[in-house]
């Protein structure tokens, strides 16, 4: 049974910085993408951050390049999203999903495509 956890959410002040991760458990497949997204209050889940298997690619949405960093972590089978300079406006529940792929430096921010997803962790940001 594939299981994707999070943590590493909570509240933090406006500018500061936090960690998440995501720990993948199950997953057979030799190579997979793991991707962030995050859904706010009375919003649509969007993407935040994406990372192939090789480490190779990355995406980022428009809001959080320069501020964000995705990274991975394969002998852990966990990947992280170090969130820095944070804004009330990244307040959102974060989920990590994953999509199995043939080629190891695949990755995509189309949400649509990940198979498993996780429970999510909630990040609040305070002004």
């Known amino acids: 049974q594939v299981q994707l956890v999070e943590s590493g959410g909570g509240l933090v002040q406006a500018g500061g910085s936090l960690r998440l991760s995501c720990t993948v458990s199950g997953l057979t497949f030799s190579s997979y993408a793991v991707g962030w997204f995050r859904q706010a209050p009375g919003k649509e889940r969007d993407f935040v951050a994406t990372?192939?298997?090789?480490?190779?690619?990355?995406l980022y949405a428009d809001s959080v390049k320069g501020r964000f960093t995705i990274s991975g972590d394969n002998a852990k089978n966990t990947v992280y999203l170090q969130m820095n300079s944070v804004k009330p406006e990244d307040t959102a529940v974060y989920h990590c999903?994953?999509?199995?792929?043939?080629?190891?430096?695949?990755?995509?921010?189309?949400?649509?495509?990940?198979?498993?997803w996780g429970q999510g962790t909630q990040v609040t940001v305070s002004s």
């Open positions: 999903a994953a999509v199995s792929a043939y080629n190891r430096d695949f990755a995509t921010s189309r949400q649509n495509m990940y198979t498993y």
């Open positions: 990372i192939s298997w090789s480490g190779a690619t990355t």
